[in-house]
Every structure is written in structure tokens, then in C-alpha cells.
């Protein structure tokens, strides 16, 4: 049982667009810098949005990320059938004293 | 650019010691913005941070809760690279292994991991 829940799975045509939730609490995503990974099929997690919002360079700007509150969103727009793959959330967890992860999500673009 | 180049063994036998090596270049392990962490992904237990070792005037780790009796993170400065020992393992433990680094001018539990190494697959069976 993951700390942060995300949906298991989302499911989206291409050029549509879809929004992916990640829920907390107070010492996790309440207090904390959220960061977001994406995840294709048979490769390492990689970093697409962190401190809530903030784009690493080369991350395209389809990708977008949302905090209030206790929750978090991942945006994606102009779905592409290279996004899918597993999403996760990440943030520290001020009770915890450690990082904690959701459960991922799988998007499937068909 | 930095890159992580994991290596250590696929196959553990239970109550064995799990130990993995990380292997940094384009970054030093005695860097004073980074901490240098070890994270693992399993079926049943998703993406789990084990711990990290990192350097400010002096060397600090971290652990999860999780494994924080099992677990010990090392920095080796003459290979630059870091490992992970993890003792008593049982089936439980078997997963693919991830070394990460966090880096930047924020308090440590604001960075993301923004390196990630290829991943180790290890398998925990007699």
C-alpha cells in the first residue's frame, strides 16, 4: 500500500488529453515539493516535472504538473502513443523522514 | 553529462548479503549539491526508496525505515562510485534495484532524482 494514490491505470486516444492524480497528505505532498517520473516499458524512471510544476530541460512543454492542497496533478496534452508507460509521484515525507512514491499509474493511448 | 553505471550480481540466496555497485562519471560522489540514493521496484511494493549517502563537509546517510537495519550505502572517493549491501535478504527483497542521484542548491529532501542508473534485476532464491 502506497503512501501517495494514484489511479492504476488511465486510458486516453492520441491528441487527447489527460490529467493524472496523486493524493497525500499533510507531511508528504502538504509540506513538500512534489516530482513526477515517467516510466516506458523495460527502462529506468525518468524525471518529467519537479518542485510541483518545473520542467527539466528537454521535458516538452505537453507535459505540465499541478499542487493544491494535499494533492498533485500531472497533465499531459497531445497524447502520443511513445507516452505510454507507467507514471509515478514522488515527494518527501516530513513525518516519515523518507521518500515516499505512488503506485503508478499505467496509461495506455489507443 | 552524468550517467550511472550499476553492476553486482542477478541471484542472491536467502539470509545472503545483496550487494550492488553504482559507478558515477560527469558528477563526483563527494559533491557538495548531490546525494546519491538507492530505490528499488518491485510487483508488490512499487517504487521503494531505500536510503542515500551524500557529503557536506562531512559524510551523512539516510534509510528507510523499511531496511534501515539491513541496509548500509557507501561512498568509495577513490572509484567514485557508491554501493548498496543489503544483509539477511529473503524473497521479499527480490526486485530491480535503482541507483539515482538528487542534486541541487535546495535542502536535500526538496531534490528529485533527476539521474537514474540502467537498473539491476535481483532475484532472491536458493
Known amino acids: 500500500q502506497s503512501v501517495l494514490t494514484q489511479p492504476p491505470s488511465m486510458s486516453a486516444a492520441p491528441g487527447q488529453k489527460v490529467t493524472i492524480s496523486c493524493s497525500g497528505s499533510s507531511p508528504n505532498i502538504g509540506y513538500n515539493y512534489v516530482s513526477w517520473y515517467q516510466q516506458l516499458p523495460g527502462t529506468a524512471p525518468k524525471l518529467l516535472i519537479y518542485?510541483?510544476?518545473i520542467r527539466p530541460s528537454g521535458i516538452p512543454d505537453r507535459f505540465s504538473g499541478s499542487r493544491s492542497g494535499t494533492s498533485a496533478t500531472l497533465g499531459i496534452t497531445g497524447l502520443q502513443t511513445g507516452d505510454e508507460g507507467e507514471y509515478y509521484c514522488?515527494?518527501?515525507?516530513?513525518?516519515?523522514?523518507?521518500?515516499?512514491f505512488g503506485g503508478g499509474t499505467k496509461l495506455t493511448v489507443l | 553529462q552524468v550517467q550511472l553505471q550499476q553492476s553486482g550480481p542477478g541471484l542472491v540466496k536467502p539470509s545472503q548479503t545483496l550487494s550492488l555497485t553504482c559507478a558515477i562519471s560527469?558528477?563526483?560522489?563527494?559533491?557538495?549539491?548531490?546525494?546519491w540514493n538507492w530505490i528499488r521496484q518491485s510487483p508488490s511494493r512499487g517504487l521503494e526508496w531505500l536510503g542515500r549517502?551524500?557529503?557536506?563537509?562531512?559524510?551523512?546517510?539516510d534509510y528507510a525505515v523499511s531496511v534501515k537495519t539491513r541496509a548500509t550505502i557507501n561512498p568509495d572517493t577513490s572509484k567514485n562510485h557508491f554501493s548498496l549491501h543489503l544483509t539477511s535478504v529473503t524473497p521479499e527483497d527480490t526486485a530491480v534495484y535503482y541507483c539515482?542521484?538528487?542534486?541541487?542548491?535546495?535542502?536535500?529532501?526538496?531534490?528529485?532524482?533527476?539521474?537514474w542508473g540502467q537498473g539491476t534485476l535481483v532475484t532472491v532464491s536458493s
Open positions: 518542485h510541483n510544476n
Open positions: 549517502t551524500y557529503y557536506r563537509s562531512k559524510w551523512f546517510n
Open positions: 560527469g558528477d563526483s560522489v563527494s559533491s557538495n549539491s548531490a546525494a
Open positions: 539515482a542521484r538528487a542534486d541541487g542548491l535546495l535542502p536535500l529532501n526538496y531534490l528529485p532524482f533527476d539521474y
Open positions: 514522488g515527494t518527501w515525507d516530513s513525518g516519515l523522514s523518507e521518500v515516499v
